[in-house]
């Protein structure tokens, strides 16, 4: 039978050990609490957060609508300020078109993102913006809705 102080020290252990799994890998449970409110998710990637082509882009355009530049800007300076500086830009599009011409628009949407971070006292090496295509869908591309799903540009976050 195991003594009262043993069986208390086992529970410590055990509590220890649990609150570590809570730590989410090398973030704090502070830098967390700031992506969540943020709006990015924990995918496979890392904390991602999607954003749709139609809040940044005009369609085929790769220059951000002036009135979502702020928005990139205040999430790049909430970034900074919890010491999450360290991101992957993503570019993604739909299925419509050439293949290859995809693949750059992707690029370009991504690096004009990018540019915002770099902006804001991202540092160059901190940033890494490339482009997938249409090669990840979020969406089966068979409706005008889906293939605008589909036309993003995904934020994830390095530890």
């Given at each position: 039978m195991l003594s009262k102080s043993l069986k208390i020290?086992?529970?410590?252990?055990?509590?220890?050990?649990?609150?570590?799994?809570?730590?989410?890998?090398?973030?704090?449970?502070?830098?967390?609490?700031i992506l969540k409110k943020e709006g990015f998710v924990l995918t496979d990637e890392g904390w991602s957060?999607?954003?749709?082509?139609?809040?940044?882009?005009?369609?085929?355009?790769?220059?951000?609508?002036?009135?979502?530049?702020?928005?990139?800007?205040?999430?790049?300076?909430q970034l900074k300020k919890y010491n999450l500086n360290k991101v992957k830009i993503v570019g993604h599009t739909d299925n419509v078109g050439n293949p290859e011409y995809n693949l750059k628009l992707s690029e370009q949407r991504a690096q004009t993102v990018a540019t915002i971070f770099l902006k804001h006292d991202f540092?160059?090496?901190?940033?890494?913006?490339?482009?997938?295509?249409?090669?990840?869908p979020v969406e089966i591309n068979d409706s005008e809705e889906h293939r605008a799903a589909n036309r993003r540009v995904t934020v994830i976050i390095i530890p």
């Open positions: 020290s086992i529970l410590a252990i055990f509590c220890f050990a649990l609150s570590g799994c809570l730590s989410f890998g090398s973030l704090s449970h502070k830098q967390v609490r957060l999607g954003l749709p082509e139609r809040l940044l882009f005009a369609f085929n355009a790769t220059e951000i609508k002036p009135l979502h530049e702020s928005e990139l800007i205040r999430l790049a300076e540092a160059p090496q901190n940033v890494f913006a490339f482009g997938k295509g249409s090669t990840q």
